[in-house]
């Protein structure tokens, strides 16, 4: 009797147990279909494939937090990956704490980045390389800042793109320009820029000035550079030689204002206008500017510090049709953090085209500034795409 009277109240609670087991199974669909559209709007985030990948380029882009631990991580951070169902992206700190999250410790996200660490390690070092009589032993540089010469060395080309030595010798280079338009003389210039002896300097001055010393004191003096001037779609244009190889070429609206430019860098050299075969060296330039496909294989007369032919060189390696981003150049030079140096080697290029410094774009494809414009450097690109 009691077993009848337990299988008749099963059979009547049944309709109810089935219908309670359809709102849970409505529930748990209703769930999942929120995780996997939270999942999905996280995937198609850019944000999210930086985390993926550890991009410590990314590090102070942004931050991402993960509901589940409640905690806000770096793009970096080597903690184990989080669902995406369960992430959030944030400005900055302050934003994700604002939202109830709490720093990681792994990677401490609110203090400073291990690569804004090192910029600031390597600040100091440069500093200090700039104001020594004497260039400081590799061992001195790095117990300064508390490193390991090993590790200082391998820090300093990460940031920089040069070893310390290199740096050194590119400053001193730099300051021996400056004294050579001050100095009374050519060899207090050089002693007073740090060389400490007449035989180094010159031994290196071609390839640092493009000419004597002297004749660069004086502004050019003695030395013979060809030019001319011509029109194409993009303005007006100037081509400059010395006898080693093209110098210049600039573009510009004005041609006046392109030949006084060319003056001023040299304002006593012997300006010579471009003979037939000169002519000929230029319709060559202008012919690549509007037929990119055409290709341009022209000596050239490259003057700059050794980071700055590595950057052209590096620029001269991008095909027509094709892009680079700073990162991307830095990443070619072995120097993966030194994205700013690279932009300031871009901008200070004196040979357009030949040295494609337009080719050059942000990280994330568009367009950044140009020494001739930016409306020049997108129409330069528009013809080597359609080329």
Not at 61 to 74: H, L, M, Q
Not at 125 to 142: D, F, N, Q, V, Y
Not at 239 to 267: H, M, W, Y
């Amino acid at each position: 009797m009691a077993q009848e009277l337990q299988e008749n109240a099963l059979h009547q609670n049944a309709p109810a147990r089935e219908v309670a087991g359809a709102e849970i199974d409505t529930k748990a669909a209703t769930k999942a279909g929120r995780a996997a559209a939270a999942a999905r709007a996280v995937e198609r985030d850019p944000r999210w494939q930086k985390v993926v990948a550890r991009d410590r380029a990314a590090d102070g882009d942004f931050v991402y937090a993960v509901r589940t631990t409640g905690v806000y991580c770096r793009p970096s951070c080597a903690a184990r990956p989080a669902k995406p169902e369960n992430v959030a992206f944030f400005a900055g700190p302050a934003e994700a704490e604002a939202a109830g999250f709490r720093a990681c410790r792994r990677c401490t996200p609110n203090a400073a980045s291990l690569a804004e660490q090192h910029a600031a390690t390597v600040e100091k070092a440069c500093r200090a390389i700039e104001t020594a009589e004497a260039m400081p032993s590799l061992k001195a540089l790095a117990g300064s800042v508390g490193m390991s010469p090993y590790h200082f060395h391998r820090v300093f080309k990460a940031v920089t793109g040069l070893t310390p030595k290199a740096y050194a010798t590119a400053h001193r280079d730099s300051r021996a320009k400056e004294q050579l338009a001050r100095a009374g003389s050519v060899t207090e210039a050089i002693y007073d820029a740090g060389f400490h002896s007449s035989g180094r300097f010159y031994a290196t001055s071609n390839a640092v000035l493009g000419m004597t010393p002297t004749a660069y004191r004086a502004g050019g003096v003695d030395t013979e550079i060809r030019f001319a001037l011509a029109q194409c779609s993009l303005g007006a244009i100037l081509v400059a030689a010395s006898d080693r190889g093209i110098c210049a070429i600039t573009l510009g609206d004005d041609p006046e204002t392109l030949a006084r430019e060319l003056q001023d860098r040299f304002p006593n050299a012997n300006l010579i206008g471009g003979d037939a075969e000169f002519e000929a060296l230029v319709a060559r330039v202008v012919g690549f500017v509007e037929a990119p496909q055409l290709g341009l294989d022209l000596p050239l007369d490259v003057r700059g510090t050794a980071f700055q032919q590595r950057v052209w060189q590096a620029l001269r390696a991008i095909p027509a049709g094709e892009t680079a981003s700073y990162r991307d150049i830095a990443e070619r030079i072995g120097a993966p953090t030194a994205m700013r140096a690279v932009a300031g080697a871009c901008a200070a290029n004196a040979i357009a085209v030949a040295i494609p410094c337009h080719r050059v774009v942000r990280n994330d494809g568009a367009l950044s500034g140009y020494r001739w414009g930016v409306e020049r450097k997108r129409a330069l690109l528009e013809k080597e795409a359609q080329a």
